[in-house]
């Protein structure tokens, strides 16, 4: 069958994957995967290429058809991608400066002068969202004032899988999950709010246009097509968040369920009514690739990320061990661990190695090891980086149940969560079961299943979800384990609390002798 086949593609913020979606048996034939840079040019400071996204997005794409699908067969292709990311684009396509991404937290001084200008509550009204660094129009405005001219040559900001659609395409366009994270947005609407741009100071005409992520915005190019073998003329649709996607290509799609989505960062997603108001923006809102449901979300900088600092750091060992044994690096880490008990000896991680997310929104945050003593062993230091991750994750599921949102279990998805020793600690200290499924890499997935949909294979991007999507597994929270992390959990946050002015002295610092 001619035409059966759809691409999709995401972009996170340490490589691409890509998958090849066959519509007849709802089977992945072929994927694709590529790292891409990150650089932190001084402290604070978190950027990446535009053209190193799309670098890695051509890789993947040819990594795809060299496994055999014809591009004469793919019918669409969908893109999604990291958010916060602030990526301006000139009239020519071009991008004028690295992105400042979500990591970034030099914008401080620019949300409080979104505060003063507009007020915390209109953009919590229209965005459904609070004030921080991580979000757009912060660090579009920190250009605005330092780099004027680079500002003024801006046609479009865009985010990654916005640009990528548009090397696809020629299309300047963002889909409603991405213009979630631009306060403008009216999320309840799906439109662009012309008096909070304004009043922002970002003129209207630097936001692109917005479409639903199912929708066509264009077709792969000539030139597009010479640079990933791609046919010309494929349909290309608008996509969706890295976590959107991931939730569709998870199968969670209606409101009440919940997952959990692991790699350099975490998201917890509760899928809730889009009319529903849920006055709590210590988690995130923005849309679901589905109309009508929203994400009540909670970002986590440095989760995965935490591991993977330990292991670049303290892993020469393990890394010659893994060339040898075929294990992986990270298992041979956890192998360590999984022989020390609960609750690491006392020690207890902060999982903040450049800022933190949601709950506490604390760009001078820095990461801690609290209760070292001589008995502290590295297997106690790699089980304390995990439980640490897993205190952050139970911090936000206190404060979206406090809320009034119901969580019956997490469906998992991402690289960590593959890991069952990761999975047992995790679900012993947010004492919800975690399911798993058979899907590997949920986000391009479900960018695959959009495209489907905007080329009418599928009807609805739900459909295909019972024959494509099954549960593998669940794991139970054990209860007296859980009492005892709820015991360490309180003095975790008390540690925290406890640094907050330390930890904006030490970063204050940082910046005065740039130490690095």
């Known amino acids: ?132 660094p991580w979000f757009i129009e912060p660090k579009a405005l920190w250009m605005k004032k330092h780099e004027p001219e680079l500002f003024e040559k801006t046609y479009k900001f865009l985010s990654p899988s916005g640009y990528c659609t548009y090397r696809l395409s020629g299309e300047f366009t963002i889909n409603t999950g991405d213009a979630g994270l631009f306060y403008p947005y009216d999320y309840q609407n799906e439109r662009w709010n012309p008096e909070i741009a304004d009043a922002i100071g970002i003129p209207m ?77 210590r988690i995130l809102k923005w849309p679901h690739v589905l109309p009508g449901l929203t994400m009540f979300d909670a970002p986590m900088a440095f989760t995965g990320a935490s591991l993977k600092w330990f292991t670049d750091t303290f892993g020469a060992n393990e890394r010659a061990m893994a060339n040898q044994t075929g294990l992986s690096e990270y298992s041979l880490l956890t192998m360590q661990a999984d022989k020390t008990r609960p609750g690491a000896n006392g020690l207890l991680y902060l999982p903040y190695l450049g800022n933190t997310l949601s709950p506490n929104w604390n760009s001078t945050s820095k990461g801690v090891f609290f209760g070292v003593t001589l008995s502290t062993t590295r297997a106690h230091m790699i089980r304390a980086v995990i439980e640490g991750v897993a205190f952050d994750i139970y911090s936000n599921v206190k404060i979206a149940l406090g809320a009034g949102v119901k969580i019956d279990k997490l469906i998992l998805n991402g690289g960590p969560t593959k890991s069952p020793f990761w999975n047992h600690i995790t679900a012993n200290v947010v004492n919800i079961p975690l399911e798993t499924t058979n899907i590997d890499e949920a986000a391009p997935l479900g960018d695959a299943i959009l495209a489907a949909t905007g080329a009418n294979l599928y009807d609805n991007p739900t459909d295909p979800l019972k024959d494509i999507v099954t549960t593998t597994g669940t794991i139970e929270p054990d209860a007296k384990t859980h009492e005892m992390y709820e015991d360490f959990y309180h003095i975790w946050r008390r540690v925290y609390k406890n640094l907050i002015d330390e930890m904006e002295d030490l970063h204050h610092l940082l910046y005065k002798y740039h130490v690095e």
């Open 205 to 281: 005409e630097k936001y692109p246009r917005i479409y639903r992520s199912h929708e066509v915005v264009g077709e792969v190019t000539a030139e597009a097509a010479a640079e990933t073998g791609l046919k010309q003329g494929t349909k290309v649709v608008a996509g969706g968040t890295d976590i959107s996607s991931a939730a569709l290509g998870s199968g969670v799609t209606v409101a009440g369920q919940a997952f959990y989505s692991m790699g350099t960062g975490s998201n917890i997603g509760i899928m809730i009514p889009t009319e529903q108001r849920v006055e709590e923006y």
């Open 1 to 132: 069958m001619s035409g059966h086949l759809t691409l999709g593609i995401d972009i996170g913020t340490t490589n691409v994957k890509a998958c090849i979606l066959d519509t007849t048996t709802g089977k992945v034939i072929a994927s694709g995967f590529q790292p891409h840079p990150l650089f932190i040019p001084k402290p604070g400071y978190a950027e990446q290429e535009g053209d190193n996204y799309w670098q890695a997005v051509v890789s993947a794409i040819k990594q795809c058809l060299q496994q055999g699908p014809s591009a004469e067969d793919i019918a669409a292709i969908g893109l999604s991608g990291l958010v916060g990311v602030t990526l301006p684009i000139s009239r020519d396509g071009r991008p004028v400066r690295p992105g400042m991404i979500w990591m970034d937290a030099r914008s401080e001084a620019e949300c409080q002068e979104i505060r003063e200008r507009v007020g915390e509550d209109k953009i919590n009204y229209n965005n459904g969202n609070r004030i921080a």
